[in-house]
């Protein structure tokens, strides 16, 4: 890459590294943006970009490296900071007060005053009209943002951005949500801002679009920066090697275990708008990986077959026999688990102690005479905190205070404690550091040899080609892929994830069964 | 950190010690035994001070004037732990006071009938609270101020603004007989029967655990198989039948069977509820600071009373005395995070020094 003249650099990143307690989420990022560029950042789940971006937004400081803006050192203590420096983030979902003005959106916080201190609306409509104008859309400054699609928010934020004259406009995963024609309106918008000699950061999943879009890629993984490179010069399967390509067998003890009877099985499980016709099966030893973007209906998939949320047809089977829908304790019984995503919202009572939340499945056995006692609960939770080698001073401790690696082996005491078939596991290891993630993955593997089986959902690829012994891929709510643990490789789960090859003006099916 | 060193040390399979803290420190360190001391205090402050409070007469109006408060606390308790509240309690209480008086004299009923009848109306209306809040996802709060106007309606629109009055003389003296030759009311029977259910139900059974983690934290409840809305629907039923029972008792006791009875109890309930340490946000609580609560307002009242205040005086201690308890929390909360604030400062200093000294043996 030819070296800009430092005039032409609005975004400089050298370096900048950040972690949160022990969790290093950013090692080494560094990124160069020029004006009037459009610049990829790619990256898997996890690789750090979103901790760059609020970075650079100012929601969170960096703990080391350089961060240079127009030439300049910075340090925005404060999103209103950067903000003012002239750096706008556009995030997948816009957030605007719904009940006011699209024009009063645009202008929050720094409305035009005219006599007598009074808001001078006249002006501000002005103002949006010559805005929307300029970015060749079509929406009324007068309409209440309420009701307006995705795209038209973005856009309108895109339109605050420009009167702020933001010098730099980060777009994060902005094409998610959007259909074809959008993606379209969305790009031109890009483009003129591009012509106008500001500098443009888009990050996305879809390869498809970076290539039509972006002047420049930047890749980043595992939080440190890996290469830079003109589109031009570049393939889609150079980037995804990139992206992907580590060491995997070291972080992933996987041993072979003998994989037995079906132990789940699903068949045509849908629901409106969110996912449709999943057929899986997941036999005994055996760990089924789940991969996919974030927000490709994974986690709602293992909602719905442990019962926490309802789906509209298909049946759901534990060991041959039909579990009823919708029912939380059924699926206990019928012997099912789920670690979910969020633990601190869906896996724990955090406020409570460590023994009454490992204890709180099987409590029910726990009772004597009909009456249940905190020194019950402690004796048969000690065992499963044993086992797991949770850190905690005493059982009564509450969870609120514990590390996230922590907190997830008392999620998974506490489900192991129900000696569960089948273990569905929603990111098992997404924010927990190293030295826990190769204990959980142990202890995956073990499990899997006593023949429970394991349905595993992760966004990081390296954790289900290293774990799985088979990978299904979802994308928009479909199974999209099917591959042996032998044939796995990044290039083809990240291919059936994004459907690179996937032409943008196909409406993805969910939004037409919504209407149904 | 301490624990880290124990983890060196312990093998695979380690124990852990039950609690962090001796149990003298669990149990009296509390918000609950708080308020048990302050009852103790005002109560021995009361005998020794106050002219006729040491008779055996005080305890026993105690008991008979805060029947009903202690009868709806319990079950009030449970659904605020949930992070509920239900309004409507008092005027459940006039409904079934209503209901007895109608059934008993307008139609013959027996009193045990007309009272298991009264009960009954009572399980309807909870169930209607209970099926607002808990299926169809309505804010509690919104559902019982409707229903505290609905079932008041009900109740005096029943019986207008007359009152029933002709009870068997039976059933009257038993609603104020003595147990024995004690100095306690026969209702302190009932009121301990339900206690010891409550505190079974609450502390010792797994659907009382379900209720802290509702009042916690409903969706992790919900992902490890509680029922939530079940439980809620269950407890807003138990609610309006203590409640309904509460009602058959004060008239029984008054002889007086009205539509208007037990007006504007269901605050005085949750003031009750809520000195004795239960958080209006759910999840935390105990059945004994309740009990404690209860009883200090009773207390304070009677000692009040005979000391001459004027009722407004009275609900002026209170009510100030609830604020305060409310601020009591927060009060501690504010100086923990302050002293945490300040322990967290010379961490910072500390992790300062260390850096700027490692950085000038780098150099």
């Not at chain 1, 966004?459 to 928009?476: N, T, Y």
């Not at chain 2, 449970?78 to 992070?83: D, R």
């Not at chain 2, 407004?312 to 302050?338: E, F, K």
Request: glycine share 10%; charged share 20%; proline share 4%.
């Amino acid at each position: 890459m030819p070296e800009p003249a430092t005039a032409d650099v609005v975004l400089e990143l050298q370096d900048v590294a950040k972690s949160f307690g022990s969790v290093i989420a950013l090692r080494a990022g560094s990124i160069t943006v020029s004006r009037g560029s459009i610049h990829a950042l790619v990256g898997e789940n996890g690789a750090g970009k979103s901790t760059l971006v609020k970075i650079v937004a100012g929601v969170h400081r960096r703990d080391a490296g350089t961060f240079r803006f127009l030439g300049e050192d910075v340090d925005f203590h404060s999103t209103a900071a950067s903000k003012a420096a002239g750096i706008a983030v556009i995030y997948q979902e816009p957030t605007l007060f719904p009940d006011l003005s699209v024009t009063e959106n645009i202008f929050m916080g720094r409305q035009p005053v005219g006599r007598g201190h009074r808001i001078d609306r006249a002006a501000m409509y002005a103002e949006a009209s010559a805005l929307f104008e300029r970015l060749g859309v079509r929406i009324d400054p007068r309409r209440p943002a309420r009701g307006l699609s995705i795209a038209d928010q973005q856009i309108i934020e895109i339109a605050k951005a420009i009167s702020l004259d933001a010098s730099l406009l980060i777009m994060d995963e902005p094409t998610a949500a959007l259909s074809g024609l959008e993606v379209e309106r969305l790009f031109a918008v890009a483009r003129s801002l591009r012509d106008e000699g500001r500098g443009l950061v888009f990050i996305s999943h879809r390869f498809d679009e970076v290539f039509e879009l972006c002047d420049t890629v930047t890749v980043m993984r595992d939080g440190d920066y890996i290469s830079t490179d003109p589109i031009a010069d570049t393939t889609v399967d150079e980037i995804v090697a990139r992206m992907v390509g580590r060491e995997v067998a070291e972080l992933f003890p996987k041993s072979p275990a003998p994989i037995g009877d079906p132990v789940l099985e699903v068949t045509g499980l849908s629901s409106a708008g969110v996912f449709h016709d999943v057929d899986l099966t997941v036999r005994a030893g055996e760990i089924v990986g789940l991969a996919g973007l974030v927000g490709a209906g994974r986690s709602e998939i293992a909602r719905a077959i442990f019962g926490v949320d309802g789906y509209d047809s298909g049946t759901v089977r534990m060991l041959g026999r039909e579990v009823p829908r919708r029912n939380v304790r059924a699926a206990i019984r019928a012997g099912m688990a789920l670690v979910p995503e969020d633990r601190r919202k869906q896996g724990l009572v955090v406020e409570s102690s460590v023994a009454r939340n490992i204890a709180s499945v099987i409590r029910r056995g726990l009772s004597k005479a009909g009456v249940l006692t905190t020194g019950a609960e402690n004796r048969a939770s000690s065992p499963w905190a044993g086992r797991l080698e949770v850190k905690t001073a005493a059982l009564d401790m509450p969870a609120t205070t514990m590390s996230g690696g922590n907190q997830q082996k008392v999620v998974i005491a506490k489900w192991l404690a129900t000696q569960p078939r089948l273990l569905i596991i929603d990111e098992p290891t997404r924010g927990i550091d190293v030295g826990t993630k190769a204990e959980v993955h142990r202890l995956l593997s073990d499990l899997a040899g006593q023949g429970v089986a394991i349905l595993m959902i992760s966004s990081e690829l390296p954790e289900v080609l290293g774990m799985a012994d088979r990978v299904l891929v979802v994308c928009e709510g479909e199974i999209t892929a099917d591959i042996d643990r032998a044939e796995a490789t990044p290039e083809k789960v990240m291919h059936a994830a994004t459907r690179a090859a996937r032409p943008n003006d196909i409406e993805p099916t969910t939004t037409m069964e919504v209407s149904a | 950190m301490t624990s880290a060193t124990a983890t060196a040390e312990a093998p695979v399979g380690r124990t852990y010690r039950p609690y962090s803290q001796p149990w003298w420190r669990r149990v009296l360190l509390t918000r609950e035994f708080a308020i048990i001391g302050l009852l103790v205090l005002v109560f021995a402050w009361a005998s020794a001070n106050v002219a006729n409070f040491n008779s055996p007469l005080t305890v026993y109006f105690l008991g008979l004037d805060n029947a009903e408060i202690m009868l709806i606390a319990l079950p009030m308790a449970l659904v605020i732990i949930t992070g509920e509240i239900d309004l409507s309690v008092a005027s459940v209480v006039g409904l079934s006071s209503v209901m007895v008086g109608l059934l008993h004299q307008d139609a013959g009923l027996s009193i045990p009938l007309a009272g298991l009848i009264a009960i009954l109306v009572g399980v309807v209306a909870g169930a209607l609270n209970g099926f607002l809040v808990a299926y169809v996802g309505l804010p509690s709060l919104a559902v019982t101020i409707g229903t505290l106007a609905l079932y008041r309606g009900l109740a005096v629109g029943l019986l207008g603004t007359t009152a029933k009055t002709d009870f068997p003389d039976k059933w009257t003296t038993l609603a104020q007989e003595h147990i024995g030759t004690s100095r306690y009311p026969v209702i302190v029977i009932p009121i301990l029967v339900l206690l010891v259910v409550f505190v079974w139900v609450l502390h010792f059974s797994s659907f009382g655990r379900g209720v802290y983690e509702i009042g916690l934290n409903d969706e992790a409840a919900h992902f490890s198989g509680v029922n939530v809305a079940r439980t809620k629907f269950v407890l807003f039923i138990l609610t309006a039948a203590v409640s309904a029972f509460a009602g058959i008792y004060i008239t029984l006791r008054t002889g007086n069977a009205r539509g208007d009875n037990a007006t504007g109890d269901e605050l005085k309930v949750i003031a009750a509820v809520l000195l004795g340490g239960v958080s209006i946000f759910g999840g935390r609580g105990a059945l004994h600071g309740v009990v404690a609560g209860v009883l200090l307002i009773g207390v304070i009242q009677s000692a009040m009373r005979l000391e001459n205040q004027t009722v407004n005086v009275i609900n002026i201690v209170i009510g100030a005395l609830l604020v305060l308890s409310v601020m009591s929390t927060s009060v501690l909360a504010w100086i923990s995070r302050l002293s945490a604030r300040r322990a967290g400062l010379g961490n910072l200093r500390r992790r300062q020094a260390v850096a700027s000294s490692s950085r000038t043996t780098e150099r």
